[in-house]
Nanobody, 115 residues
Framework: QVQLVESGGGLVQPGGSLRLSCAAS????????MGWYRQAPGKQRELVAA???????NYADSVKGRFTISRDNAKNTVYLQMNSLKPEDTAAYYC?????????WGQGTQVTVSS
């Protein structure tokens, strides 16, 4: 069993920054891909950023240049640094990791960008 604990969400003004963290624990032998998704009310969940074990990153066009995904392998933790936040970034953010072929979701953390 794998557990994911997310933190770092909150309320921020437009133009501000937040850093999300997602720590994995449990039966982890090999994490292949770590990523962040988000879901706004009434919308489908979408990929925000992903990072594979080789260091390759993938970002949604809407966040390129503003968000940065990184990982600390020693801590089994993935981060999402979010800068220049916009109201349209408001959503519940979820981390997802793949241990072998199986994917695991975090519980989600709310990010609200508003003045």
């Amino acid at each position: 069993q794998v557990q994911l604990v997310e933190s770092g969400g909150g309320l921020v003004q437009p133009g501000g920054s937040l850093r999300l963290s997602c720590a994995a624990s449990g039966s982890i032998f090999s994490i292949n891909v770590m990523g962040w998704y988000r879901q706004a009310p009434g919308k489908q969940r979408e990929l925000v950023a992903a990072l594979n074990s080789g260091g390759t990153t993938n970002y949604a066009d809407s966040v390129k240049g503003r968000f940065t995904i990184s990982r600390d392998n020693a801590k089994n933790t993935v981060y999402l640094q979010m800068n220049s936040l916009k109201p349209e970034d408001t959503a519940a953010y979820y981390c997802k990791i793949y241990v072998g072929p199986r994917g695991y979701w975090g519980q989600g953390t709310q990010v609200t960008v508003s003045s």
